[in-house]
């Protein structure tokens, strides 16, 4: 009666050691074809003192206030942004959002020492208000802005709650995309 006993704690001792494994191994890494101009004439935030946005929020909730993308966002990052948001939709086989309506939300009261952006990307105003005001999204396409490294990293969340599927990238300069991880999770360079 030993040997079953014995052959279970040394199976389930195989399966924890491939688990952690599979755990600690690095992101996959590709390097991103050009989508879109990665500077412009403008900076990417028109943001001023302490990195705050200038006009007050449109909505303001317990952990996030939410601004108008255009007061915010310059065209050139926003082009951006939706062209790697096509991409990885593409990538990912998830239905197109076009961007055409966006919103910024800044976390707060979260404990980040530096303000931390998402951009929301939508297919109209509607879709926005409807997901932003009462909570009710068929899909999120959103990038969270990521002060690292000199540089902001952008991750990547790309969801269709429809068909429970979930996805997370990292795109780093010089166009590195960190495939189902997001930046916080990308190990530092050395």
């Not at 909505?59 to 996030?64: F, L, N, T």
């Not at 050139?76 to 942004?81: A, N, T």
């Amino acid at each position: 009666m030993r040997f079953p006993l014995l052959f279970f704690k040394l199976l389930a001792g195989l399966l924890l050691s491939a688990a952690l494994a599979a755990c600690s191994q690095e992101p996959e890494l590709v390097t991103l074809p050009d989508l879109a101009p990665m500077s412009g004439d403008t900076p990417m935030f028109r943001l001023g003192p302490d990195n705050l946005p200038l006009l007050p929020p449109v909505v303001s909730q317990i952990k996030y206030e939410y601004y108008q993308c255009d007061t915010l966002v310059s065209d050139w990052f926003l082009k951006l942004l939706q062209a790697e948001m096509n991409f990885l939709e593409k990538d990912a086989g998830l239905a197109h959002v076009d961007g055409s309506a966006c919103a910024v939300s800044r976390a707060i009261n979260q404990g980040q020492a530096e303000p931390r952006f998402t951009v929301s990307l939508y297919s109209s105003r509607k879709e926005a208000n409807d997901c932003i005001v009462s909570s009710r999204c068929a899909v999120a396409r959103n990038v969270t802005l990521v002060p690292r490294d000199g540089a902001v990293w952008r991750s990547y969340f790309l969801t269709d709650f429809k068909l429970n599927q979930y996805y997370m990238h990292c795109l780093a300069p010089p166009q590195k995309w960190h495939k189902h991880v997001t930046c916080d999770a990308v190990a530092p360079r050395t």
